[in-house]
C-alpha cells in the first residue's frame, strides 16, 4: 500500500513539454486548483522545490500540481512574466490567480492550503496569522522611500487609475517602487483594512498613505507632490554609474551566489574561470535599471557585460572572445 501511494505521488506531479500541451491542459483542471512550478534544471532550488510538490501532492490529492521547465518553453514564460526560477503560478477557471516567487516552502504550502480551501483567507485565520499579515503589511509599506500599490507594474499597469498614477509619478521624476495587488490576494484584501483605503492604487511615502489618484491629482495641481515625494536621479547618470561602478561589471539575473537563469549562469563559470575581479548588478531587483539599461547600451537581452564603463556584450561575445584569447587582456583593460 505504502509503494501504491509513492507511485501515485509520483504521477500527482504532471511535467509539461510544450505551449500547447500547457494550453491544453488549463481548461481540463479549470474545476480544481491548478499549481505550476516553472523551474530549471541547473538551480538547486527547484529540485528542493520539487521535493515539496511532491509532498504537498500526497496531502492534497484534490489539487493538481504541474511543474515546466520555463527555458524550455518561453512563450508561456513571456506569457505570465516569468522572469527567475523558481516561480509558482496558481489557477482556478483557466485564470492565474496567485503567484510565488522563490524557494518558499512554508510560503508555498500556505498557498496551496488557502487556494485549495477555496476561501481568500486560511479558515484558521484568528489573531496570530492577522498580526503576522499586518507585519508583513508593514514591512511592504516601508520597502521603499516611496511605495505605490498598484494593478499591474509601472510598465505595463492593469487598470486606467494605476495608469494615470505612474505617469503623474513619471512626470514629476518621483522614485518609487511598486507592488502589484494582482500577485497577492492576501495583500490586496488585507492592504484596504490595514490602511482604512477600499480602493488602487495607493500610495505610501515612508511607510504612511498619502492616497489615491484624487488625493495624488490635488498634490500635483496644489504643488505640494514634488515636497513629499522623493526625486530620482536622472536615469542616465545612474546607469552610467553604475557601468563604472567597478572595473568589471556583469548585469545578470541573479548574482555571484545564485544565477537567476542559464545565460547568466554560464557567463558568471567563464569570468570565476579567468580570475578576474568583477562586480555583479541583479536587474530583477530594480526593473528601471533592466528597462533602461536595454535602451543607455543599445543592446535588448541579458547578462550585458562593461570593462571601464564601455560595453563589450552579452554570452556570445564573451564567449566568442574567450575562444579567440582575447577575453583576458579586454578584462585586465589592455585592449
Not at 5 to 28: D, I, K, T, Y
Not at 89 to 100: A, E, G, M, P
Not at 128 to 145: F, G, I, Q, S, V
Not at 238 to 255: D, E, I, P, Y
Request: aromatic content about 8%.
Amino acid at each position: 500500500m505504502a509503494a501504491g501511494a509513492l507511485e501515485a505521488a509520483a504521477v500527482a506531479v504532471v511535467e509539461v513539454g510544450s505551449a500547447r500541451q500547457f494550453e491544453e491542459l488549463l481548461p481540463l483542471k479549470a474545476k480544481s486548483l491548478l499549481v505550476v512550478h516553472f523551474w530549471a534544471p541547473w538551480a538547486p532550488q527547484c529540485a528542493q522545490m520539487n521535493e515539496v510538490m511532491t509532498e504537498l501532492a500526497k496531502e492534497h490529492p484534490q489539487v493538481s500540481f504541474v511543474k515546466l521547465e520555463a527555458e524550455a518553453v518561453p512563450e508561456v514564460s513571456e506569457k505570465y512574466e516569468i522572469s527567475s526560477v523558481p516561480t509558482f503560478l496558481f489557477f482556478k477557471n483557466s485564470q492565474s490567480i496567485d503567484r510565488l516567487d522563490g524557494a518558499h516552502a512554508p510560503e508555498l504550502t500556505k498557498k496551496v492550503q488557502r487556494h485549495a480551501s477555496g476561501s481568500a483567507f486560511p479558515p484558521s485565520t484568528k489573531e496570530h496569522p492577522k498580526e503576522d499579515l499586518n507585519l508583513r503589511l508593514k514591512k511592504l509599506t516601508n520597502a521603499a522611500p516611496c511605495m505605490l500599490f498598484m494593478k499591474g507594474t509601472p510598465q505595463e499597469p492593469r487598470c486606467g487609475f494605476s495608469k494615470q498614477m505612474v505617469e503623474i509619478l513619471n512626470k514629476h521624476n518621483i522614485q518609487f517602487s511598486s507592488f502589484d495587488i494582482f500577485s497577492d490576494e492576501e495583500v490586496r484584501q488585507g492592504l484596504k483594512a490595514y490602511s482604512n483605503w477600499p480602493t488602487y492604487p495607493q500610495l505610501y511615502v515612508s511607510g504612511e498613505l498619502i492616497g489615491g489618484l484624487d488625493i495624488i491629482k490635488e498634490l500635483e495641481a496644489s504643488e505640494e507632490l514634488d515636497t513629499i515625494c522623493p526625486k530620482a536621479p536622472k536615469l542616465e547618470e545612474r546607469l552610467k554609474a553604475l557601468t563604472n561602478k567597478a572595473s568589471v561589471m556583469l548585469f545578470m539575473k541573479g548574482n555571484k551566489q545564485e544565477a537567476k537563469c542559464g545565460f547568466s549562469k554560464q557567463i558568471l563559470e567563464i569570468l570565476n574561470s579567468t580570475d578576474v575581479e568583477y562586480e555583479t548588478f541583479d536587474i530583477l531587483e530594480d526593473e528601471e535599471v533592466r528597462q533602461g539599461l536595454k535602451a543607455y547600451s543599445s543592446w535588448p537581452t541579458y547578462p550585458q557585460l562593461y570593462v571601464k564603463g564601455e560595453l563589450v556584450g552579452g554570452l556570445d561575445i564573451v564567449k566568442e572572445l574567450k575562444e579567440n584569447g582575447e577575453l583576458l587582456p579586454i578584462l585586465r583593460g589592455e585592449n
